[in-house]
């Protein structure tokens, strides 16, 4: 069975950084893409950014193009989101999840993803 875990989030002021970590334990990493997702209080769940199997692919969402990167470290099981520039509206728990097949139209659809972590609160706030 496949296991998620996310680390990392934390309280941060505005232009702050967090490195986030997924480590994924039940299978082997480089069977899956890897994405991570958030969801702010009363909002939707938004994707952030998927990286593919080899890190080949790396997808990201117009909230963290240029501030945000995904990288993947498959022999220590671990995917990472590094936030850069952080502002309030990044506050959210952050997930993640993963995904046999990865493109650039359903990376960012929740439905493509089959496992899911329980998330880690980041909050970004003066």
């Known amino acids: 069975q496949v296991h998620l875990v996310e680390s990392g989030g934390g309280l941060v002021q505005p232009g702050g950084s967090l490195r986030l970590s997924c480590v994924v334990s039940?299978?082997?990493?480089?069977?899956?893409?890897i994405g991570w997702f958030r969801q702010a209080p009363g909002k939707e769940r938004e994707g952030v950014s998927c990286?593919?199997?080899?890190?080949?692919?790396?997808y990201y969402g117009d909230s963290g193009k240029g501030r945000f990167t995904i990288s993947r470290d498959n022999a220590k099981n671990t995917v990472y989101l590094q936030m850069n520039s952080l502002k309030p509206e990044d506050t959210a728990v952050y997930y993640c999840a993963t995904t046999r097949f990865v493109s650039g139209d359903t990376w960012s659809h929740r439905g493509a993803y089959t496992s899911w972590g329980q998330g880690t609160q980041v909050t970004v706030s003066s």
């Open positions: 990286i593919s199997r080899y890190g080949e692919r790396r």
């Open positions: 039940g299978v082997t990493l480089d069977y899956y893409a």
